[in-house]
């Protein structure tokens, strides 16, 4: 009845390696802000200081993100379909 398991944002996926499409809205939350950030900042980023620091600020926010995602996801591991 009282169900203990942790909520995970990012459920593993259920072939390979890695993780799926978030599971609550704390995790859409984060990837909207994610796509969002990528979105808006590097064409302003590259209009003002060029494509080496976009590539940079992209590689920082995908950075950010997987930690997220490994801190709030299902542990990572190869999956067959089980």
Same mark, same amino acid.
């Given at each position: 009845?009282?169900?203990?398991?942790p909520?995970?944002? $990012?459920p593993?996926k259920?072939?390979g390696? *890695?993780?799926g499409l =978030?599971?609550?809205?704390q *995790?859409?939350?984060?990837?909207?802000?994610?796509v969002? *950030? @990528?979105?808006?900042?590097? =064409?302003?980023?590259?209009?003002?200081? #060029?494509?080496?620091?976009? $590539?940079? $600020?992209?590689g920082?926010?995908?950075?950010? @993100?997987?930690?997220?995602?490994?801190?709030k996801?299902e =542990? =990572? #591991?190869?999956?067959? #379909?089980?």
């Amino acid at each position: 009845m009282n169900d203990r398991r942790p909520q995970y944002w $990012f459920p593993a996926k259920r072939y390979g390696w *890695g993780w799926g499409l =978030p599971s609550c809205w704390q *995790g859409w939350a984060v990837l909207l802000v994610y796509v969002a *950030g @990528l979105a808006v900042m590097i =064409p302003l980023i590259t209009a003002r200081a #060029g494509k080496p620091d976009a $590539f940079l $600020f992209a590689g920082a926010i995908t950075v950010l @993100l997987l930690y997220v995602v490994y801190k709030k996801g299902e =542990p =990572p #591991g190869w999956h067959w #379909g089980d």
